[in-house]
């Protein structure tokens, strides 16, 4: 089961856009990493645009509630730099 959870999030890694995301829990430049998880670039990162990037929905919750420090539903590219430091 856990196997077929990993290929998935490689396919979904794959066919989208944040292809950096993939290779390390903390990539050598989160910023990079931010731009391309903010797909319609308002320099915010919603769960929607997070959870695009996680087959597990529950894994996308928890990445989110770590990123948003500030708790108002958007993680900006200070909160994304400073998780992954
Ligand atoms: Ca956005
Ligand atoms: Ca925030």
């Given amino acids: 089961m856990k196997k077929i959870v990993l290929l998935l999030l490689l396919a979904v890694f794959v066919l989208t856009a944040a292809p950096v995301f993939a290779a390390s829990e903390k990539p050598e430049n989160p910023e990079a ?8 670039k308002d320099g915010k990162v919603t769960r929607q645009e997070l959870c695009a990037l996680f087959a597990d929905k529950v894994v996308c ?23 992954h430091r």
């Fill in 33 to 40: 990493v931010f731009v391309s998880i903010d797909v319609d």
């Fill in 61 to 83: 919750e928890e990445k989110f509630i770590v990123y948003d420090k500030n708790g108002d539903g958007y993680v900006v590219k200070e909160e994304f730099v400073e998780a």
